[in-house]
């Protein structure tokens, strides 16, 4: 039987490898979808620590690339669910109409599907396999987002037509 000290040790070793193994492609893969470079850092490191945590709780992780670069996209997620959606107003584009246009505005499923897709880069196949939600499904409240989208940033349009 392996004592601690030598589970501690194969644990570093698998720690160490997956890092210098994956790294540089994870960092890519992070800054593809984030801009930041802290926040890219940031995310990165908290990767790295998440996989530190399930070796040591003993979580057995067989295909370690894989999980590493799913634990990236849940962070990348995470940090743009955390973030507030700006609404543009009309004012900052010269017009005198002070109705914001905004997703804040749109249903919560066509909304979600939009920004899944649009910003944070998830296909319609992976969302479907998150959500249990069919492709077709997705695709129609993809839709009716977008309708509505130009809708409402119609009148922007056609002032900015006028200049």
């Not at 194969?10 to 994956?22: F, H, S, V």
């Not at 070796?55 to 669910?81: C, G, H, M, T």
């Amino acid at each position: 039987m392996p004592s601690l000290g030598q589970i501690t040790t194969e644990q570093d070793q698998l720690i160490t490898q997956a890092m210098e193994r994956d790294g540089s492609r994870l960092r890519n893969y992070i800054r593809k979808h984030v801009l930041d470079r802290e926040a890219t850092e940031d995310i990165l490191q908290e990767v790295f620590c998440e996989l530190v945590e399930a070796y040591r709780l003993v979580k057995p992780i067989e295909q370690v690339s894989a999980w590493l670069f799913r634990v990236a996209k849940n962070r990348i997620v995470d940090r743009f669910r955390g973030r507030k959606l700006e609404s543009l107003t009309a004012a900052e584009y010269g017009e005198g109409d002070d109705v914001p246009v905004s997703l804040e505005e749109m249903p919560e499923e066509q909304r979600s599907v939009f920004i899944a897709h649009e910003w944070e880069g998830y296909s319609f196949k992976e969302l479907s396999a998150e959500t249990g939600v069919s492709v077709n499904t997705l695709l129609s409240r993809k839709h009716y987002a977008v309708l509505h989208l130009r809708r409402r940033l119609q009148s922007i349009y056609e002032e900015f037509m006028k200049k």
